[in-house]
């Protein structure tokens, strides 16, 4: 029900309604005599009560009362009252109209107050969208600054991964071109003396042979951590060739059996991929020295469409569940799986580590971007290197 809101308006609407239920009555007086004067004054009081309020309503009603006695009792145009039944019918009249009044304002003042209530709640709920507004709004600039951040850290990482391995060819071109050619003179200047140990007391031909196999033994030590800081076979006949070289050394090293399987046809990769599946195969068969406790480790290295897949297997206890924790919600890892998975992400791949107390495997695919030909000196160099192994 709504309400005129207004207090002349209200006041006006009850005034011109009570005249034109007055002016009505008079239409109608020919079809209706003397009879039923209140006719039609009770839609009056009705809609007065509906729509003006309570004031305006009585002002309605008393002036429909005055009118009708005044116009429409006997005697007309006299406020007198000669007949007991005139009375009751005015009395009845007001009663009535009190009744409409009251249920009316009833009706009034619970649709105003369901208004105020949905007044309430949509104010509630503009400001709970407002609100909401603003958090999605704080929320999308906290994420555009966290991919920020994540593009940056993932930037640094990247270049901490490249300097890493820029130092590591550094070092191992350092180790080689230096001290290496030092340990080279030294073991010529050794030998000079070793073939003159005839000449030298027992002691000190002793001691010139054992400096001797000393001098070998650290020129063969210099020579591996060269390689596996940066293997030379990695850029000159591939990653097929410099894994074979590294698992070979790894055997002899730690005894573990490691078998490799590479399918046919594996060509070339990008440096970056190559570098990648290196360094990963490396790590993975660390981590088996170091943690599995397995004797047996299985390497396989496929070229699917344009993806490479590497999978690396041990038999051995596998990692802890809490470990197993960390890798699933990324939570504080090791250097070296950190590494891993940075490597793997900077390349677009996928990096899936599955453990039980019955192993541990390791897979690893990556996008093949391009793809590098490999001279045919290099292929048949590598050909010779896989069948010698």
Not at 124 to 133: G, H, I, N, P, W
Not at 209 to 234: D, F, G, K, W
Request: hydrophobic share 45%.
């Amino acid at each position: 029900m709504k309400t005129l809101k207004s207090t002349p308006a209200r006041y006006g609407t009850a005034i011109l309604i009570a005249f034109a239920a007055l002016y009505v009555r008079y239409l109608l007086g020919p079809l209706l005599g003397t009879r039923n004067p209140f006719e039609t004054v009770w839609l009056a009081v009705a809609l007065c009560s509906w729509y003006c309020g309570l004031g305006p309503s009585l002002l309605a009603t008393l002036g429909c009362v005055l009118g009708v006695e005044y116009f429409f009792l006997q005697p007309v145009h006299s406020f007198r009252i000669y007949d007991r039944h005139e009375l009751y019918s005015i009395v009845c009249f007001l009663i009535f109209s009190a009744a409409i009044i009251a249920l009316g304002e009833a009706n009034r003042r619970a649709s105003a107050s369901r208004d105020r209530a949905e007044a309430r709640r949509k104010a509630a709920k503009d400001e709970l969208e407002r609100r909401v507004v603003e958090r999605t709004a704080e929320l999308q600039d906290k994420n555009e600054k966290l991919r920020k951040q994540t593009g940056m850290v993932r930037e640094l990482s990247a270049r901490l991964l490249q300097l890493q391995d820029e130092e590591r060819r550094r070092l191992a071109r350092e180790l080689h071109d230096s001290v290496g050619q030092l340990l080279a003179a030294i073991a010529m200047n050794v030998s000079k003396a070793e073939r003159e140990k005839g000449k030298l007391s027992a002691m000190a031909a002793n001691a010139v042979e054992e400096s001797c196999m000393l001098v070998q033994q650290a020129a063969a030590e210099i020579r591996t951590m060269s390689h596996l800081l940066h293997p030379p076979l990695l850029e000159e006949m591939g990653l097929e060739s410099a894994v074979r070289w590294f698992v070979d050394g790894f055997v002899q090293r730690s005894n573990i059996d490691v078998k490799i399987a590479i399918s046919s046809g594996f060509n070339r990769l990008s440096r970056d991929l190559e570098l990648a599946i290196f360094r990963i195969v490396q790590e993975c068969l660390t981590n088996v020295h170091r943690h599995s406790a397995s004797k047996t480790a299985r390497i396989s290295l496929s070229q699917r469409n344009a993806w490479i897949e590497c999978d690396i297997r041990d038999d051995g206890k596998g990692i802890p569940p809490e470990k197993q924790l960390a890798l699933s919600t990324s939570g504080s890892l090791g250097v070296g799986l950190r590494g891993m998975r940075e490597r793997v992400s900077q390349l677009g791949g996928v990096l899936r580590i599955q453990s039980d107390a019955s192993g541990t495997t390791v897979t690893v695919a990556l996008p093949i971007k391009r793809t590098i030909p490999a001279p045919a000196e290099n292929r048949a160099a590598s050909a010779t290197v896989a069948g010698a192994s």
